[in-house]
T-cell receptor, first 115, second 112 residues
Framework: AQTVTQSQPEMSVQEAETVTLSCTYD???????LFWYKQPPSRQMILVIR??????QNATENRFSVNFQKAAKSFSLKISDSQLGDTAMYFC????????????FGTGTRLTIIP | NAGVTQTPKFQVLKTGQSMTLQCAQD?????MYWYRQDPGMGLRLIYY???????DKGEVPNGYNVSRLNKREFSLRLESAAPSQTSVYFC???????????FGPGTRLTVL
């Protein structure tokens, strides 16, 4: 079974600064995907970024980028030029490619952007 | 396109009552999922359906039943609600062969 660990329950950062959220996972699988989902106060789950394990290049989406270290089983999210709208819970999630393709989530990091 | 819709948005039940949470999608996706979200925990899979007419248990299926009557709809039923089922419930869908799951807005359920 897979496990996902987010060791930072809460973080805060000043607007326009850069923040990094940590995520580690444990799996014996070689082929999988990793995701970061954002959950604002509206409760909606929004996909932020995804990474295929077979790709060495780190994924980027505008101000969001990841640092994927497969050997270390680490998948951190960097948010650059943080904005007030980035205030949310952030969940790291794992999905193996073959099987029922269910998502295994971490417990989340509550991020607050301070004006 | 509405994407993934869930009804109701909020519900309060008494212990022992039954209810069905509805999920519908217009994305023509094959796979559908039910998750629950509890404070301090990530989402956990209750049941999933890889395609119309098939369902399988997830991580926390006890106390729930599901029905996938057609491609669009996947319902979650609580036969005899318990306070431990107080949670936020999310439905999600995924296209066959693709990796991303798309979530509905959630249903907040309170069991007194």
């Amino acid at each position: 079974a897979q496990t996902v660990t987010q060791s930072q329950p809460e973080m805060s950062v000043q607007e326009a600064e850069t923040v990094t959220l940590s995520c580690t996972y444990d799996t014996s699988e070689n082929n999988y995907y990793l995701f970061w989902y954002k959950q604002p106060p509206s409760r909606q789950m929004i996909l932020v970024i995804r990474q295929e394990a077979y790709k060495q290049q780190n994924a980027t989406e505008n101000r969001f980028s990841v640092n994927f270290q497969k050997a270390a089983k680490s998948f951190s999210l960097k948010i650059s030029d943080s904005q007030l709208g980035d205030t949310a819970m952030y969940f790291c999630a794992f999905m193996k490619i073959f099987g029922n393709e269910k998502l295994t989530f971490g417990t989340g990091t509550r991020l607050t952007i301070i004006p | 396109n509405a994407g993934v819709t869930q009804t109701p948005k909020f519900q309060v039940l008494k212990t022992g009552q039954s209810m069905t949470l509805q999920c519908a999608q217009d994305m023509n996706h094959n796979s559908m999922y039910w998750y629950r979200q509890d404070p301090g925990m990530g989402l956990r899979l209750i049941y999933y359906s890889a395609s119309e007419g098939t369902t399988d248990k997830g991580e926390v299926p006890n106390g729930y039943n599901v029905s996938r009557l057609n491609k669009r709809e996947f319902s979650l039923r609580l036969e005899s609600a318990a306070p431990s089922q107080t949670s936020v419930y999310f439905c999600a869908t995924r296209e066959l062969g693709r990796d991303t799951q798309y979530f509905g807005p959630g249903t907040r359920l309170t069991v007194l």
